[in-house]
């Protein structure tokens, strides 16, 4: 099911000065605009939701309708997204966008040679048991609950694990877009 397209603002709730992203967005072009999300999530239907959605008259608004926009990811939407991201503990090369976010994001597991050594061990057991990349959302969390996480999520099926994964993907699509919004 769609999310409601947003609604215009009331008189008395006068939207606030859109930021340079957000004003951006609005008026770019509709592929322009799609490439703008891509390093927030690369779920094509994802993006191409919110593109058809615009304008949104504050970062709010444009937020609320990311987070619903294309529910239940697909199996193959949720591949196609794990390619682009690193195994937790790893940091992804490069001065993109998205290497910039994930850098950023796992900060809390940087330069920690122990927890290191035990995230590669986890991630080569989650991938051997569940065929992806074990995808958590790094940020705000600390190297210890996240090796937790890995730990508990190792019990899964590969079925449990999809919604799980779908889930951490929005999460991280949500934060890095409003990363993009905040001046």
């Known amino acids: 099911m769609r999310p409601e397209p947003h609604s215009e603002p009331t ?3 006068a ?3 859109a930021p340079a992203f957000l004003a951006t967005f609005n008026t770019a072009g509709y592929a322009e605009a799609e490439d703008m999300l891509r390093p927030c999530l ?3 239907r994802w993006c191409n939701e919110i593109a058809a959605a615009r304008p ?6 444009l937020l609320s309708f990311a987070e619903l926009a294309a529910p239940d990811f697909t199996e193959a939407e949720i591949d196609a997204a794990l390619a682009h991201h ?3 503990g790893e940091r992804l090369a490069g001065a993109g966008a998205e290497a910039t976010f994930s ?3 796992q900060a809390s597991v940087a330069g920690l040679d122990d927890v ?3 995230l590669a061990a986890g991630n080569r057991a989650y991938e051997d048991k569940h065929g992806r990349v074990f995808l958590i959302r790094a940020a705000g969390r600390s190297a210890e609950e996240i090796l937790a996480n890995l730990q508990e999520r190792l019990g899964h099926t590969p079925e449990e694990e999809v919604p799980l994964i779908a889930g951490q993907l929005r999460d991280i699509a949500i934060l890095r877009l409003e990363g993009l919004l905040t001046p």
């Open 11 to 13: 008189p008395e709730s």
């Open 15 to 17: 939207p606030e000065p």
């Open 42 to 44: 690369d779920i094509q």
């Open 56 to 61: 949104f008259a504050t970062p709010g608004e």
């Open 86 to 88: 690193p195994r937790i």
């Open 103 to 105: 850098r950023g994001e």
């Open 116 to 118: 290191q050594e035990r």
